[in-house]
């Protein structure tokens, strides 16, 4: 049985830092896609960070390009996600996702990824 399992998110104010990370396990196939969403009150998930396991290509949502950045230990089967110069419109759920399907680049829509974390929210104040 997959499971993902999120670091705590947290809450910092305007201009922080946070880093999450995620752990899978309990799959056989590789994931090719894997990366972190996000969803605020109201709002539709969004992916944020993703990441391609074979050619290593990242995508960025522009509201957060330049500031988080997207990685991975394969040796830990650990993805991160370091969030800096947060901002409040940052607030929202954010989820570790993959997907064993091939894909030339990382689809952005939520829909695509099979195996998701329980989420961890992520809180950042005025």
């Known amino acids: 049985q997959v499971q993902v399992v999120e670091s705590a998110g947290g809450s910092v104010r305007a201009g922080g830092s946070l880093r999450l990370s995620c752990a899978a396990s309990?799959?056989?196939?590789?994931?090719?896609?894997m990366g972190w969403f996000r969803q605020a009150p109201g709002k539709e998930r969004e992916g944020v960070a993703l990441?391609?396991?074979?050619?290593?290509?990242?995508y960025y949502a522009d509201s957060v390009k330049g500031r988080f950045t997207i990685s991975q230990d394969n040796a830990k089967n650990t993805l991160y996600l370091q969030m800096n110069m947060l901002k409040p419109e940052d607030t929202a759920m954010y989820y570790c996702?993959?997907?064993?399907?091939?894909?030339?680049?990382?689809?952005?829509?939520?829909?695509?990824?099979?195996?998701w974390g329980q989420g961890t929210q992520v809180t950042v104040s005025s």
């Open positions: 990441m391609h396991a074979r050619h290593g290509d990242t």
């Open positions: 996702a993959g997907t064993q399907l091939w894909y030339a680049s990382c689809p952005s829509e939520s829909r695509r990824y099979k195996y």
């Open positions: 309990g799959y056989t196939e590789r994931w090719y896609c």
